[in-house]
């Protein structure tokens, strides 16, 4: 890219991070310290205010560089993630939002620990909390790595590794200075900035086409390699029983994930009462359904007007499609409008990226903090706070996911986004829902749920082909594949269930009646909710 772009687009860059540290440093000055305001901002954020923060925390790297380059490279078959990405927002509303925000405090471990043995449900949760976060990180920074490496011409590995140790960097003061309030602000302006850039280009890549959808379509489909295919099933998943089995696997993934991810439970405690965390819901199902719509447009348009060639040439995963999409709409490479254009689409994608990542790392350091550190500590020695510890765990985890985004650079964000949300859904979604459904659960059934969809899926996604035995491989040149599909959710989501299961009926405690019925009434009408 010309000089013209790297400028711009660095100096919106530094604009953005300019603000948000701005914001970070004057939360950090007024504020108490206490857990509840680091974790969950002192639950003073309105319906819509946390609907917009939900949309922002949502709405990452993933969606905005990775779904769109994936319809860019497969057409049809790309499309699936931005339907799995909205359809989970049904199931978050009908049978997850009102009921954790009523039964816990802070984190996904209280819901469960509401009616089960404290220590061994929190130790497992909080390790479960943490693998899907640092999975989810991951995603975000080799996004972050991708932006940056088409922003200086695609030729400095250097630079797309500093850029990845630059991002963990922000995150950890993002969430050390500021905790769950910066990072709620950061998220609301980071969604505004989003949806007005996302829009921007839909109206352009319409107007192009004169607001025929159908022309749209047919001209990706020409400019695809691959005629009317383009716009059919199988392109990417059609092959043979392997990639259908994916196709489903994938499918399950993302419409269970969602209702799992830490990152995304919390949110639900920042308002102040349950009635409040189901209208943000709603507020958020409102902009990512419309985002994940214009999603597609991107993606075709990116197809039609770049073509697949140009964006697998700048990026092989199709990461970097919408930012070489809003230099063609802007006039091209080199143009003023252009120039203006792509700096624009790149600052927005960069601040998606900073913003996501440090809900993302809040809610994992809240996990080790509340959930491990608190059960985990003995009581004889030096205590620390909970807070203190969180501010130390955002900080070992930003170097764990730094050391995974430089391992994982060339993978696409949104398929790496499908791994993490195959665990959340094995892990987290089969406890969740027996705790708040199932009147025999027990402490064994919960903590068997839990390791039984947590261990499966980190396994078979260790044995697929996304970490060896294929040329896109994490490690490329070695081979101990044992699975034969890319996202284990098919497999693994049924065994956290019967694990569930089979812990329960196996389990010599009975259930406590008393409590389930006690945290029912809570869930059901709020009665006693904090």
Not at 7 to 19: G, H, Q, R
């Amino acid at each position: 890219m010309t000089g013209d772009h790297q400028t711009l687009a660095l100096l919106l860059f530094s604009a953005f991070i300019a603000v948000t540290l701005g914001i970070t440093t004057w939360v950090s000055r007024n504020r108490h310290g206490s857990a509840e305001e680091f974790y969950a901002g002192g639950r003073l954020f309105s319906p819509m205010e946390n609907g917009f923060a939900i949309a922002g925390d949502y709405m990452s790297a993933a969606s905005f560089l990775g779904i769109s380059g994936l319809i860019a490279l497969f057409g049809y078959d790309g499309m699936l993630y931005s339907v799995g990405f909205l359809v989970a927002w049904l199931v978050v509303l009908l049978l997850v939002a009102e009921l954790v925000r009523n039964c816990g405090r802070f984190t996904l471990a209280d819901v469960i620990a509401s009616r089960m043995a404290e220590r061994p449900v929190r130790i497992a949760a909080g390790a479960s909390s943490v693998t899907v976060s640092v999975l989810y990180l991951v995603a975000q920074m080799v996004g972050a790595g991708s932006l940056v490496a088409l922003l200086l011409g695609g030729t400095s590995e250097a630079a797309r590794s500093w850029t990845v140790i630059g991002v963990g960097a922000l995150m950890v003061v993002y969430v050390s200075l500021g905790g769950m309030r910066a990072t709620t602000w950061i998220q609301i302006v980071k969604a505004v900035l989003l949806m007005a850039g996302t829009i921007t280009l839909t109206v352009l890549v319409l107007v192009r086409f004169h607001g025929d959808f159908g022309q749209l379509l047919t001209t990706a489909a020409e400019h695809s390699g691959h005629g009317r295919d383009f716009l059919a099933p199988g392109l990417r998943y059609g092959g043979d029983w392997t990639a259908r089995a994916d196709f489903v696997s994938l499918g399950i993934a993302l419409v269970l994930g969602t209702a799992g991810l830490p990152h995304i439970l919390s949110r639900f405690y920042t308002v102040p009462t349950a009635r409040a965390a189901r209208r943000s819901v709603v507020w958020a199902i409102g902009l990512i359904g419309g985002f994940y719509l214009m999603t597609i447009v991107l993606g075709f348009g990116a197809a039609a007007l770049v073509g697949p060639d140009a964006v697998r040439a700048s990026n092989s995963a199709g990461n970097t499609a919408v930012p070489l999409l809003a230099l063609d709409l802007g006039g091209g490479a080199g143009s003023t409008g252009g120039t203006v254009l792509f700096a624009v689409v790149a600052a927005v994608a960069f601040a998606t990226i900073l913003a996501v990542v440090a809900g993302i790392t809040l809610a994992s350091s809240t996990s080790v903090a509340h959930d491990l550190y608190a059960s985990l500590r003995r009581r004889h020695g030096k205590q620390y706070s909970e807070v203190t510890v969180a501010r130390l765990a955002a900080a070992g985890i930003g170097v764990a996911a730094i050391g995974l985004g430089l391992l994982a650079r060339d993978l696409n964000v949104a398929f790496l986004v499908g791994l993490a949300f195959a665990v959340a859904a094995s892990a987290n979604l089969p406890v969740l829902l027996y705790s708040l459904f199932w009147r025999r659960f027990t402490t064994r059934g919960a903590v068997w749920s839990v390791y039984g969809g947590l261990v499966p899926a980190v396994l078979l996604v260790v044995v697929s082909p996304v970490v060896s035995g294929s040329p896109d491989a994490l490690f490329p040149g070695v081979d101990f594949q044992l699975f034969p599909l890319q996202n284990p959710g098919l497999l693994s989501i049924p065994l956290g269930f019967l694990a569930g299961w089979l812990g329960t009926v196996t389990s010599p405690e009975p259930p406590d009646e008393a409590r389930h019925a006690e945290t029912e009434v809570r869930a059901l009408t709020g009665a006693g909710a904090v």
